[in-house]
Protein backbone atom coordinates (compact mmCIF):
# COMPACT_ATOMS: atom_id res chain seq x y z
CA UNK A 1 0.00 0.00 0.00
CA UNK A 2 1.32 3.22 -0.74
CA UNK A 3 1.41 6.19 1.81
CA UNK A 4 -1.46 7.89 -0.64
CA UNK A 5 -4.08 5.21 -0.56
CA UNK A 6 -7.20 6.68 1.02
CA UNK A 7 -7.92 4.92 4.87
CA UNK A 8 -11.23 3.99 3.89
CA UNK A 9 -9.44 1.83 1.40
CA UNK A 10 -6.71 0.90 3.60
CA UNK A 11 -8.62 -2.60 5.38
CA UNK A 12 -10.26 -3.62 2.26
CA UNK A 13 -10.09 -7.26 1.21
CA UNK A 14 -10.31 -7.58 -2.27
CA UNK A 15 -12.31 -10.46 -4.43
CA UNK A 16 -10.08 -13.44 -5.39
CA UNK A 17 -11.18 -14.39 -8.83
CA UNK A 18 -10.68 -17.87 -10.23
CA UNK A 19 -7.23 -18.44 -11.10
CA UNK A 20 -6.66 -17.92 -15.33
CA UNK A 21 -3.05 -19.18 -14.85
CA UNK A 22 -0.55 -19.19 -17.97
CA UNK A 23 2.25 -21.06 -17.11
CA UNK A 24 0.95 -24.10 -18.71
CA UNK A 25 -2.25 -25.44 -20.67
CA UNK A 26 -4.78 -26.40 -18.16
CA UNK A 27 -8.19 -27.93 -18.72
CA UNK A 28 -10.27 -25.06 -17.30
CA UNK A 29 -12.90 -26.11 -14.94
CA UNK A 30 -12.47 -23.09 -12.28
CA UNK A 31 -14.48 -20.02 -13.38
CA UNK A 32 -17.70 -21.22 -15.14
CA UNK A 33 -17.27 -20.46 -18.40
CA UNK A 34 -19.03 -21.80 -21.09
CA UNK A 35 -16.34 -24.72 -22.94
CA UNK A 36 -17.90 -23.76 -26.27
CA UNK A 37 -16.63 -20.55 -28.17
CA UNK A 38 -19.25 -17.91 -29.09
CA UNK A 39 -21.20 -18.74 -32.41
CA UNK A 40 -19.55 -17.90 -35.63
CA UNK A 41 -22.27 -15.12 -36.07
CA UNK A 42 -20.88 -13.31 -32.72
CA UNK A 43 -17.25 -13.68 -33.88
CA UNK A 44 -17.94 -12.13 -36.85
CA UNK A 45 -20.15 -9.53 -35.34
CA UNK A 46 -17.84 -8.30 -33.12
CA UNK A 47 -15.30 -8.23 -35.82
CA UNK A 48 -16.50 -6.33 -37.78
CA UNK A 49 -17.47 -3.70 -35.43
CA UNK A 50 -13.08 -3.52 -34.43
CA UNK A 51 -13.36 -1.52 -37.46
CA UNK A 52 -14.71 0.99 -36.19
CA UNK A 53 -13.14 1.03 -32.37
CA UNK A 54 -11.82 4.34 -33.22
CA UNK A 55 -15.45 5.74 -32.32
CA UNK A 56 -17.13 5.79 -28.65
CA UNK A 57 -19.72 3.20 -28.29
CA UNK A 58 -23.28 4.17 -28.15
CA UNK A 59 -23.68 5.05 -24.25
CA UNK A 60 -27.67 3.96 -24.63
CA UNK A 61 -26.36 0.31 -26.04
CA UNK A 62 -29.70 1.19 -28.47
CA UNK A 63 -29.53 -1.50 -30.37
CA UNK A 64 -28.26 -4.08 -27.94
CA UNK A 65 -31.36 -2.92 -25.48
CA UNK A 66 -34.12 -3.52 -28.00
CA UNK A 67 -32.71 -7.13 -29.01
CA UNK A 68 -32.58 -8.21 -25.13
CA UNK A 69 -35.54 -6.40 -24.25
CA UNK A 70 -37.54 -8.72 -27.07
CA UNK A 71 -35.13 -11.67 -25.40
CA UNK A 72 -36.35 -11.21 -21.61
CA UNK A 73 -40.17 -9.56 -23.11
CA UNK A 74 -39.83 -6.45 -21.44
CA UNK A 75 -39.63 -3.08 -22.89
CA UNK A 76 -35.70 -1.17 -23.39
CA UNK A 77 -36.18 1.02 -20.56
CA UNK A 78 -36.47 -1.88 -18.42
CA UNK A 79 -32.95 -2.74 -19.01
CA UNK A 80 -29.25 -1.78 -18.44
CA UNK A 81 -26.83 -3.48 -20.05
CA UNK A 82 -23.45 -3.15 -17.98
CA UNK A 83 -19.63 -4.54 -18.68
CA UNK A 84 -20.74 -7.97 -16.89
CA UNK A 85 -23.16 -8.74 -14.53
CA UNK A 86 -20.34 -7.70 -11.46
CA UNK A 87 -20.85 -4.38 -12.72
CA UNK A 88 -24.98 -3.79 -12.20
CA UNK A 89 -24.17 -5.39 -8.46
CA UNK A 90 -21.75 -2.75 -7.87
CA UNK A 91 -24.26 0.23 -9.48
CA UNK A 92 -26.83 -1.53 -6.97
CA UNK A 93 -24.98 -1.26 -3.92
CA UNK A 94 -24.20 2.50 -4.71
CA UNK A 95 -27.30 3.28 -5.49
CA UNK A 96 -29.21 1.83 -2.81
CA UNK A 97 -27.07 0.93 0.15
CA UNK A 98 -26.07 3.32 2.82
CA UNK A 99 -26.04 3.49 6.77
CA UNK A 100 -29.52 3.42 6.81
CA UNK A 101 -30.45 1.02 3.89
CA UNK A 102 -28.04 -2.20 5.06
CA UNK A 103 -27.70 -5.60 2.40
CA UNK A 104 -28.55 -9.47 3.73
CA UNK A 105 -27.35 -11.92 1.70
CA UNK A 106 -26.78 -15.41 1.72
CA UNK A 107 -23.57 -16.70 4.09
CA UNK A 108 -22.62 -19.42 1.39
CA UNK A 109 -23.05 -17.50 -2.13
CA UNK A 110 -21.36 -15.06 -4.38
CA UNK A 111 -17.80 -14.16 -2.85
CA UNK A 112 -18.03 -10.61 -4.22
CA UNK A 113 -21.26 -9.63 -2.56
CA UNK A 114 -19.74 -8.87 0.88
CA UNK A 115 -16.61 -7.31 -1.26
CA UNK A 116 -18.76 -4.50 -2.64
CA UNK A 117 -20.98 -4.17 0.55
CA UNK A 118 -17.70 -3.15 2.54
CA UNK A 119 -15.96 -1.36 -0.71
CA UNK A 120 -19.35 0.43 -0.72
CA UNK A 121 -19.15 1.25 3.05
CA UNK A 122 -23.12 -0.72 3.21
CA UNK A 123 -23.86 -2.65 6.43
CA UNK A 124 -24.55 -5.89 5.55
CA UNK A 125 -26.36 -9.19 7.41
CA UNK A 126 -24.55 -12.73 6.45
CA UNK A 127 -28.26 -14.91 6.35
CA UNK A 128 -26.63 -18.99 7.04
CA UNK A 129 -28.00 -21.70 4.65
CA UNK A 130 -29.27 -24.63 6.41
CA UNK A 131 -26.86 -26.67 7.11
CA UNK A 132 -28.06 -28.91 3.80
CA UNK A 133 -27.34 -25.82 2.12
CA UNK A 134 -30.54 -25.08 1.13
CA UNK A 135 -31.78 -21.38 1.43
CA UNK A 136 -35.05 -20.72 3.60
CA UNK A 137 -36.71 -18.39 1.62
CA UNK A 138 -38.65 -17.63 5.15
CA UNK A 139 -35.45 -16.08 6.50
CA UNK A 140 -35.95 -13.40 3.38
CA UNK A 141 -39.62 -12.36 4.36
CA UNK A 142 -40.26 -8.86 5.66
CA UNK A 143 -36.76 -7.96 6.75
CA UNK A 144 -35.08 -4.04 7.20
CA UNK A 145 -32.46 -4.76 4.53
CA UNK A 146 -32.54 -4.86 1.39
CA UNK A 147 -31.85 -7.99 -0.86
CA UNK A 148 -29.45 -9.82 -2.80
CA UNK A 149 -29.92 -13.69 -3.48
CA UNK A 150 -27.79 -15.71 -5.92
CA UNK A 151 -30.42 -17.99 -7.70
CA UNK A 152 -29.37 -20.59 -8.98
CA UNK A 153 -26.68 -20.03 -6.15
CA UNK A 154 -22.96 -20.27 -6.25
CA UNK A 155 -20.52 -22.06 -5.31
CA UNK A 156 -23.29 -24.58 -4.62
CA UNK A 157 -25.74 -24.47 -7.50
CA UNK A 158 -29.15 -25.01 -5.59
CA UNK A 159 -31.87 -23.18 -6.38
CA UNK A 160 -35.52 -21.55 -5.22
CA UNK A 161 -38.43 -22.32 -7.09
CA UNK A 162 -40.57 -18.94 -8.43
CA UNK A 163 -43.69 -19.01 -6.14
CA UNK A 164 -40.99 -18.31 -2.97
CA UNK A 165 -39.04 -15.48 -5.27
CA UNK A 166 -41.99 -13.82 -4.81
CA UNK A 167 -43.09 -14.59 -1.69
CA UNK A 168 -39.67 -12.67 -0.66
CA UNK A 169 -40.11 -9.84 -3.18
CA UNK A 170 -43.78 -9.06 -2.23
CA UNK A 171 -43.06 -9.14 1.60
CA UNK A 172 -40.71 -6.46 1.36
CA UNK A 173 -41.99 -3.67 -0.61
CA UNK A 174 -39.72 -0.67 0.42
CA UNK A 175 -36.66 -3.28 0.08
CA UNK A 176 -35.23 -4.08 -3.09
CA UNK A 177 -34.91 -7.58 -3.69
CA UNK A 178 -32.21 -8.25 -6.55
CA UNK A 179 -31.99 -11.61 -7.53
CA UNK A 180 -28.78 -12.37 -9.94
CA UNK A 181 -29.15 -15.13 -12.20
CA UNK A 182 -26.18 -15.46 -13.54
CA UNK A 183 -27.02 -19.30 -14.13
CA UNK A 184 -30.47 -19.20 -14.54
CA UNK A 185 -30.07 -21.33 -18.33
CA UNK A 186 -28.92 -24.36 -17.04
CA UNK A 187 -32.69 -25.58 -15.06
CA UNK A 188 -33.66 -22.44 -13.05
CA UNK A 189 -36.95 -21.07 -13.33
CA UNK A 190 -36.57 -16.75 -14.21
CA UNK A 191 -38.02 -14.13 -12.38
CA UNK A 192 -37.86 -11.90 -14.77
CA UNK A 193 -41.28 -11.61 -15.71
CA UNK A 194 -42.13 -10.83 -12.30
CA UNK A 195 -41.12 -7.18 -13.07
CA UNK A 196 -44.12 -6.02 -14.14
CA UNK A 197 -45.74 -6.78 -10.69
CA UNK A 198 -43.46 -5.45 -8.22
CA UNK A 199 -41.53 -2.01 -8.61
CA UNK A 200 -39.00 -3.58 -5.93
CA UNK A 201 -37.39 -6.32 -8.10
CA UNK A 202 -34.09 -6.15 -10.07
CA UNK A 203 -33.11 -9.13 -11.59
CA UNK A 204 -29.11 -9.38 -12.85
CA UNK A 205 -28.08 -11.84 -15.72
CA UNK A 206 -25.15 -12.37 -17.58
CA UNK A 207 -24.06 -13.36 -21.01
CA UNK A 208 -20.83 -14.99 -19.01
CA UNK A 209 -21.97 -18.38 -18.74
CA UNK A 210 -24.64 -20.08 -20.84
CA UNK A 211 -23.76 -17.19 -23.56
CA UNK A 212 -19.96 -18.05 -24.03
CA UNK A 213 -19.24 -14.18 -23.70
CA UNK A 214 -17.30 -14.13 -20.05
CA UNK A 215 -14.04 -12.33 -22.03
CA UNK A 216 -16.77 -9.63 -23.40
CA UNK A 217 -18.22 -8.66 -20.11
CA UNK A 218 -22.03 -8.14 -20.65
CA UNK A 219 -24.47 -8.37 -18.19
CA UNK A 220 -28.00 -6.80 -17.70
CA UNK A 221 -29.97 -5.02 -14.80
CA UNK A 222 -33.53 -5.98 -15.32
CA UNK A 223 -36.46 -3.91 -13.52
CA UNK A 224 -38.85 -1.35 -13.41
CA UNK A 225 -38.79 1.69 -15.20
CA UNK A 226 -37.61 3.61 -11.60
CA UNK A 227 -35.16 1.20 -10.75
CA UNK A 228 -33.32 1.61 -13.94
CA UNK A 229 -33.38 4.99 -13.51
CA UNK A 230 -31.52 5.08 -10.52
CA UNK A 231 -28.76 2.69 -11.85
CA UNK A 232 -28.40 5.10 -14.87
CA UNK A 233 -27.88 7.93 -12.71
CA UNK A 234 -24.82 5.68 -11.01
CA UNK A 235 -23.81 4.72 -14.39
CA UNK A 236 -23.67 8.09 -16.31
CA UNK A 237 -21.58 9.57 -12.91
CA UNK A 238 -19.03 6.86 -13.53
CA UNK A 239 -18.69 5.40 -16.65
CA UNK A 240 -20.99 6.14 -19.70
CA UNK A 241 -19.40 3.74 -22.47
CA UNK A 242 -19.50 1.02 -19.80
CA UNK A 243 -20.07 -1.55 -22.53
CA UNK A 244 -17.42 -1.09 -25.59
CA UNK A 245 -18.42 -1.98 -29.01
CA UNK A 246 -17.47 -4.96 -29.73
CA UNK A 247 -18.98 -6.30 -27.33
CA UNK A 248 -22.55 -4.56 -27.98
CA UNK A 249 -22.40 -5.87 -31.34
CA UNK A 250 -21.21 -9.60 -30.10
CA UNK A 251 -23.96 -9.53 -27.78
CA UNK A 252 -26.90 -8.32 -30.64
CA UNK A 253 -25.84 -11.44 -32.31
CA UNK A 254 -25.71 -13.64 -29.67
CA UNK A 255 -29.31 -13.17 -28.89
CA UNK A 256 -29.91 -13.36 -32.27
CA UNK A 257 -28.42 -16.76 -32.64
CA UNK A 258 -30.31 -18.03 -29.27
CA UNK A 259 -30.92 -21.58 -30.53
CA UNK A 260 -26.76 -22.07 -30.54
CA UNK A 261 -26.51 -20.88 -27.06
CA UNK A 262 -29.85 -23.23 -25.67
CA UNK A 263 -28.16 -26.28 -27.47
CA UNK A 264 -25.08 -25.68 -25.56
CA UNK A 265 -27.02 -25.48 -22.53
CA UNK A 266 -29.03 -28.63 -22.83
CA UNK A 267 -25.29 -30.54 -23.62
CA UNK A 268 -23.87 -29.09 -20.23
CA UNK A 269 -27.23 -29.98 -18.47
CA UNK A 270 -26.64 -33.68 -19.55
CA UNK A 271 -22.73 -34.02 -19.16
CA UNK A 272 -23.79 -32.31 -15.61
CA UNK A 273 -25.85 -35.38 -14.90
CA UNK A 274 -23.01 -37.64 -15.94
CA UNK A 275 -20.82 -36.11 -14.12
CA UNK A 276 -22.77 -35.75 -10.87
CA UNK A 277 -23.13 -39.83 -10.75
CA UNK A 278 -19.51 -40.28 -11.97
CA UNK A 279 -18.76 -38.37 -8.93
CA UNK A 280 -21.30 -39.89 -6.55
CA UNK A 281 -20.25 -43.50 -7.82
CA UNK A 282 -16.40 -42.60 -6.55
CA UNK A 283 -17.90 -41.63 -3.18
CA UNK A 284 -18.19 -37.94 -3.65
CA UNK A 285 -21.38 -35.83 -2.02
CA UNK A 286 -22.84 -33.65 -4.91
CA UNK A 287 -25.27 -31.10 -4.55
CA UNK A 288 -28.12 -30.78 -6.49
CA UNK A 289 -26.81 -28.32 -8.72
CA UNK A 290 -29.19 -25.89 -11.22
CA UNK A 291 -25.66 -24.03 -12.46
CA UNK A 292 -23.07 -24.93 -15.15
CA UNK A 293 -21.22 -26.50 -12.10
CA UNK A 294 -21.48 -28.91 -9.59
CA UNK A 295 -20.51 -28.62 -6.08
CA UNK A 296 -19.17 -31.50 -4.45
CA UNK A 297 -16.98 -33.12 -1.69
CA UNK A 298 -15.31 -36.41 -1.49
CA UNK A 299 -15.65 -38.87 1.25
CA UNK A 300 -11.51 -39.92 1.16
CA UNK A 301 -9.48 -36.54 0.22
CA UNK A 302 -9.56 -32.68 1.80
CA UNK A 303 -11.19 -30.22 -0.84
CA UNK A 304 -8.07 -28.29 -0.68
CA UNK A 305 -5.94 -32.00 -1.47
CA UNK A 306 -8.10 -32.29 -4.34
CA UNK A 307 -8.15 -28.89 -5.51
CA UNK A 308 -3.80 -29.08 -5.33
CA UNK A 309 -3.71 -32.57 -6.53
CA UNK A 310 -5.57 -31.68 -9.61
CA UNK A 311 -3.69 -28.72 -10.33
CA UNK A 312 -0.17 -30.43 -10.40
CA UNK A 313 -2.33 -32.78 -13.03
CA UNK A 314 -2.91 -30.06 -15.09
CA UNK A 315 -6.92 -29.61 -14.05
CA UNK A 316 -7.97 -26.26 -12.79
CA UNK A 317 -11.31 -26.58 -10.22
CA UNK A 318 -11.88 -23.86 -7.55
CA UNK A 319 -11.51 -24.41 -3.94
CA UNK A 320 -13.17 -21.74 -0.94
CA UNK A 321 -10.93 -21.84 2.39
CA UNK A 322 -14.40 -20.73 4.05
CA UNK A 323 -14.66 -22.96 7.18
CA UNK A 324 -18.10 -24.41 6.22
CA UNK A 325 -17.60 -25.05 2.61
CA UNK A 326 -13.54 -26.26 2.49
CA UNK A 327 -14.32 -29.82 2.32
CA UNK A 328 -15.79 -28.61 -1.03
CA UNK A 329 -14.55 -28.45 -4.72
CA UNK A 330 -16.84 -26.29 -6.93
CA UNK A 331 -16.40 -27.97 -10.57
CA UNK A 332 -17.23 -26.69 -13.57
CA UNK A 333 -18.99 -28.65 -16.33
CA UNK A 334 -16.77 -28.99 -19.40
CA UNK A 335 -16.88 -31.07 -22.58
CA UNK A 336 -17.12 -34.71 -22.32
CA UNK A 337 -13.77 -34.79 -22.75
CA UNK A 338 -12.77 -32.64 -20.72
CA UNK A 339 -14.99 -34.27 -17.84
CA UNK A 340 -13.12 -37.81 -18.71
CA UNK A 341 -9.65 -36.09 -17.83
CA UNK A 342 -10.99 -35.01 -14.28
CA UNK A 343 -12.59 -38.10 -13.66
CA UNK A 344 -9.41 -40.35 -14.79
CA UNK A 345 -7.36 -37.73 -12.86
CA UNK A 346 -9.82 -37.76 -9.48
CA UNK A 347 -9.44 -41.72 -9.90
CA UNK A 348 -5.89 -41.68 -9.89
CA UNK A 349 -5.99 -39.72 -6.42
CA UNK A 350 -7.99 -41.55 -4.85
CA UNK A 351 -6.43 -44.61 -5.39
CA UNK A 352 -2.83 -43.43 -4.64
CA UNK A 353 -4.70 -42.67 -1.00
CA UNK A 354 -5.17 -46.45 -0.94
N1 LIG B 1 -23.04 -13.48 -10.13
C1 LIG B 1 -22.62 -14.73 -9.83
C2 LIG B 1 -23.43 -15.55 -8.90
C3 LIG B 1 -21.42 -15.21 -10.38
O1 LIG B 1 -20.97 -16.43 -10.06
C4 LIG B 1 -20.69 -14.39 -11.27
C5 LIG B 1 -19.43 -14.91 -11.93
N2 LIG B 1 -18.31 -14.97 -11.20
C6 LIG B 1 -21.16 -13.11 -11.52
C7 LIG B 1 -22.35 -12.68 -10.96
C8 LIG B 1 -20.40 -12.14 -12.37
O2 LIG B 1 -20.34 -12.52 -13.68
P1 LIG B 1 -19.95 -11.50 -14.84
O3 LIG B 1 -19.43 -10.25 -14.21
O4 LIG B 1 -18.95 -12.23 -15.65
O5 LIG B 1 -21.24 -11.25 -15.58
Known amino acids: MSRFLSKKYAT???????????DMKYVKLNTNESPFPPSPRVVAAAEQEANRLNLYSDPECTELKRAAAELYGVEPKHVLP?????????FAFLAYGDDQNPFAFADISYGF???????????SREIPLKDDFSLDYRDYLGIR?????????????????LWQIEEIVGSNPDRVVIIDEAYIDFGGESCVPLIHKYDNLLVVQTFSKSRSLAGARLGFGIGSEQLIRDLNTVKYS?????????????GVAAIEDDDYYRANAETIMTIRAEATEQLQS????????CANFVFAKSGSVSGEELYQKLKARGVLVRHFTKERI?????????????????????QSILAEKG
Open 145 to 161: EHILIANPNAPTGTTLP
Open 326 to 346: KDYCRITIGTREQMQTLMTNI
Open 238 to 250: INPYNVNRMTQAA
Open 82 to 90: VNGSDEILY
Open 282 to 289: LGFTVLPS
Open 113 to 123: YPVYARFCDVP
Open 12 to 22: LTPYVPGEQPR
